[in-house]
Each structure stands twice: as C-alpha cells, then as structure tokens.
C-alpha cells in the first residue's frame, strides 16, 4: 500500500462543492422540463437519482474522476493501485453515507478532520471502501 499524491482538504472539498453545483444545475434543469418545477424541497422526482448516479458511475468509467474532481485536478483510486469499480463506488458513497449518517455528522466531522491532519490525507469514507485522492493523473497504458 502506498499513497502517492494524496489531495488535501481543500482540493478535495473544491471538487465536491463544484460536483455539487453540477448535480444541482443539471438534475434542476432536467426537472424543470420534465416536471415544471427546478427544484422542490419537499417533493422527490426521478431525477432525484441521477446525483447519485453520476457520483458512482462516473469515476468507474473516467479513471476516478468527476466532472468537480477533474476541475480540482483529483481523482479517487483504490488502495492497491487498480481502477475503482462500481462495488467499490457503491461503499464509498452510499455505505460511508450511512455511516456518517448514523453517526449525526460526527464521522463527517472526524474525516475532515483526518484529511487534514493524517499523512496520507484518508478520510473514514476512504477506509472503509480502500481507496484514497490523489492529484496524480492516472497512467496511460
């Protein structure tokens, strides 16, 4: 295991603040067209899924990055060097969501606070599904 690179604090929230903007503006203007309505915070739509598909599908198929990501200049790789595949997302997001979840924000707390204290700038999120950040660009075979 050796963490090469690793993105730091505020690298790695630029790049969730910028995915959050695009999942916001485009599942918003999907909705407006589909249903008439931007956004509405009591209501779910179908379109409600696609933040969630566009955090786990697409760094499967674009070498760890997002779109946010990609503009930060990081990417999510697994611990042991390979390609992180959709099981892999599916930890990271949705069980470490949960986690932090039923921790009430205080395991979301404790991973900032570990992104920005620990050396190789792992989060709770990144152990438990192996992977890390790094800026480092993937290898092109």
Same mark, same amino acid.
């Given at each position: 295991?050796e963490?090469?690179?690793?993105a ?10 910028? $995915?959050?903007?695009?999942?916001f503006?485009? !599942?918003? &203007? ?5 249903? %008439? /309505?931007? @956004? ?14 566009y ?13 946010g990501?990609?503009?930060a ?6 611990? $042991? ?6 099981? !892999?997302? &599916?930890?990271r997001?949705?069980?470490? %969501? /949960?986690? @932090? ?39 092109? $075979?």
């Open positions: 295991m963490v090469t690179y690793p730091g604090f505020r690298n790695r929230f630029l790049a969730s603040v910028l $995915d959050f903007i695009i999942i503006l485009v !599942t918003g &203007i999907i909705s407006y067209f589909l249903y %008439g /309505v931007f @956004y509405d915070g009591e209501k779910s739509y179908p379109t409600d899924i696609l933040g969630l598909v955090t786990v599908l697409l760094p499967v198929l674009w070498s760890g990055y997002t779109l990501r990609r503009m200049g990081n990417r999510i790789v697994r611990i $042991d060097g390979r390609k992180v595949g959709v099981g !892999t997302m &599916i930890v997001v949705i069980v470490a %969501g /949960v986690a @932090y979840a039923l921790t009430l924000g205080i395991g979301l707390i404790v991973s900032a606070f570990m992104i920005g204290v620990r050396e190789d700038k792992r989060a709770i999120h990144d152990f438990i599904a192996q992977t890390y950040v790094t800026t480092s660009p993937p290898i092109r $075979d």
